[in-house]
């Protein structure tokens, strides 16, 4: 064999060795790659029209924007994964890693979660903000009791009564109605004001009206907007009375078993959804105002001495939350007070 001859093939030995090494690398880096990459789903009750549902769409973008593409949110809108009654027991098992919860179902579980359902509680939204920066913590601790942890609140607003009777101007316009209520303890609000209760789900809450089985229904104004509420409703009654809240939660164990560096991605988008929903509340509410004008239902706004005639008529409610909450509750009541 001549030396050229050694010699090339010397070189091309030399050559594939720096081919196969350079191959290895980049498998072992593809491997990495497709380690690292995750999607995972996040169950929404809303309609994609909602102020919150746009808020969870901020979340999936900032989440792939700040893992480079790595983790994909799959958001599903309308109640088409879970609907709000099967919500909590779905992320609990790990059925679904991610889902928005109205915070009052859990209600069974945890009492004191019905603080904001206490009717005249909050004074304004921002109050809200307020309260959950000092609460917050408290209820995390609770529901990670349960399998679930918090990733982020979202502010619905105040929740208005709506119906297709009459005005309701005080308690006595409330007799003999009957009206749709979205919690236990809203129940025990429109109890205390002389109408009947019936507990139905937001999904559900359009065809009930339109079929009259009940008289009318509480729910926030750009969620009567979105789920064309005011199409088959007459009057509403701007009271304020409760706030009530959402949260996005994920199954503890899954969001336990993500890579510190997914977990802290997940909780940065978090944080800019949670700040771009309660930005977005004040905006909402006032479009949603304008579009149940413009829908020809008659708006009565109570004067302060009407005001305090529903305030009167609620405080069992707010003492029968305390009787029946704990000292979670207790602290939770001190908090709202304080604020």
């Not at 359902?117 to 349960?146: I, N, R």
């Not at 019936?198 to 009940?214: C, D, H, K, N, P």
Request: charged share 20%.
């Amino acid at each position: 064999m001549s030396y050229a001859h050694r010699f090339f093939q010397s070189a091309g030995g030399k050559t594939l060795a720096a081919v196969a090494i350079s191959c290895m690398f980049w498998l072992l880096a593809a491997n990495a790659q497709a380690a690292s990459a995750l999607t995972f789903k996040l169950s929404n009750q809303f309609p994609p029209s909602h102020h919150i549902s746009a808020g969870l769409v901020v979340f999936a973008e900032k989440v792939k924007e700040y893992s480079k593409g790595a983790i994909t949110v799959q958001v599903y809108d309308s109640g088409s994964l879970y609907r709000d009654a099967e919500i909590v027991q779905a992320i609990r098992t790990g059925s679904v890693e991610t889902g928005l919860v109205p915070v009052n179902k859990w209600s069974g579980l945890i009492l004191a979660v019905d603080i904001f359902d206490v009717p005249f509680t909050f004074k304004d939204l921002p109050a809200m903000k307020t309260f959950l920066d000092e609460a917050g913590s408290l209820f995390d601790k609770e529901f990670q009791k349960y399998g679930t942890n918090v990733l982020f609140w979202a502010d619905y607003g105040y929740i208005q009564f709506f119906n297709s009777k009459r005005p309701l101007k005080s308690p006595n316009d409330f007799k003999g109605l009957t009206l749709r209520s979205y919690s236990a303890g809203d129940a025990e609000t429109v109890k205390a004001l002389g109408a009947a209760p019936t507990i139905i789900s937001s999904a559900e809450m359009y065809m009930s009206l339109q079929r009259g089985t009940v008289d009318g229904a509480n729910t926030g104004m750009p969620a009567a907007v979105s789920r064309k509420i005011i199409e088959v409703q007459k009057y509403m009654t701007l009271a304020n009375y409760a706030t009530a809240q959402f949260l996005v939660q994920a199954n503890l164990k899954w969001f336990k078993a993500l890579s510190k560096e997914q977990q802290d991605i997940i909780m940065k988008a978090s944080r800019d959804a949670e700040a771009f929903i309660r930005e977005k509340l004040h905006e909402a509410e006032s479009e949603a105002e304008a579009a149940v004008r413009k829908a020809g239902v008659e708006i009565y706004v109570p004067t302060p001495a009407e005001r305090e005639a529903f305030v009167k008529a609620t405080n069992p409610v707010r003492e029968e939350f305390l009787k029946k909450s704990g000292e979670l509750g207790a602290q939770f009541v001190k908090i709202a007070e304080k604020i």
